[in-house]
């Protein structure tokens, strides 16, 4: 099966704006996550809970060294905010759903959407990730602002890279959890894939410890890795660990891993689909 979109059109035969459709599906993915209010309350308690938590475990590392790996004590309690704002918008913890729409057969609905396929995923978990941020990111933030105090980007200069840093690690994210996904066109028990892969960028991408604090060889071999540009150059770039055009660099790798990782995913679901069956054909 192939996925060749037609131009969308509205009542009376006007094309739409190739950005109308994309633009339509997050919004309609941003505003599903208002739609269970009590859970986000409930998970931003769980957060915040286990976010008190890393605190102190990284506060008793530092002891009363003033910096640790070139990381103050007010960078590690910013860095704990930040992966704990994350943990959703990100799906750091994993995401199956497009495993399961592959699995139910439901993945022929979607090659029948005037949208590529790839593309109307990313919109979709676009406004997914901006909704979870809102209702999760930004409480976390605050939270972490009134107990402790967080470290924020300098200046003008410094939001636009951390913003450019956490739209690049958006798309980093997603194309390796869809490529994981893409594991559904050849296992009927893909999740087992999805395990394996979420562990590996949890470890990775600096949610479970800054990698500045890891041995030096295993930050070398992690370099290599597309994971670090999921989170931990926000985590930087963030807090001034990396600035002006070392910043710049980074992000330049963020988008480097980026274009690679649409090019493998691409190419990944583009062979998924042509040996995809749904009810026999």
Do not use: K
Request: charged share 10%; aromatic share 14%; glycine share 12%.
């Amino acid at each position: 099966m192939t996925n060749a979109p037609a131009p969308a059109r509205v009542r009376g035969g006007a094309l739409l704006s190739p950005l109308a459709l994309p633009w339509a599906v997050a919004r309609l993915g941003f505003r599903r996550q208002f739609a269970y209010p009590q859970a986000a309350l409930w998970g931003l308690i769980t957060n915040t809970f286990f976010g008190v938590l890393r605190v102190a475990v990284l506060l008793a590392l530092f002891g009363t060294r003033p910096q640790v790996a070139g990381y103050t004590a007010q960078d590690a309690i910013t860095y704990t905010g930040l992966t704990q704002a994350f943990i959703m918008a990100l799906s750091l913890f994993g995401w199956t759903d497009f495993m399961r729409t592959v699995h139910r057969g439901e993945v022929a609905a979607d090659l029948l959407r005037p949208l590529n396929l790839l593309g109307f995923w990313a919109a979709q978990d676009a406004g997914r990730a901006a909704g979870q941020f809102v209702l999760r990111g930004l409480p976390m933030l605050l939270l972490f602002e009134v107990l402790w105090g967080l470290v924020w980007p300098a200046g003008a200069l410094g939001w636009l890279q951390t913003t450019l840093s956490v739209l690049l690690a958006w798309a980093c994210g997603f194309l390796f959890r869809f490529l994981v996904n893409c594991a559904a066109f050849w296992s009927p028990d893909a999740a087992g894939f999805g395990r394996f892969g979420w562990a590996v960028l949890g470890l990775g991408c600096g949610f479970l410890m800054p990698l500045a604090f890891f041995p030096d060889g295993v930050q070398a071999w992690l370099s290599w890795t597309p994971f670090p540009a999921m989170l931990n150059t926000v985590v930087e770039v963030w807090v001034g660990v990396q600035r002006g055009a070392a910043a710049w660099a980074a992000l330049g790798v963020q988008a480097a891993w980026a274009l690679g990782l649409l090019a493998v995913t691409a190419l990944t679901l583009h062979r998924g689909l042509r040996r995809l069956e749904v009810a026999g054909g």
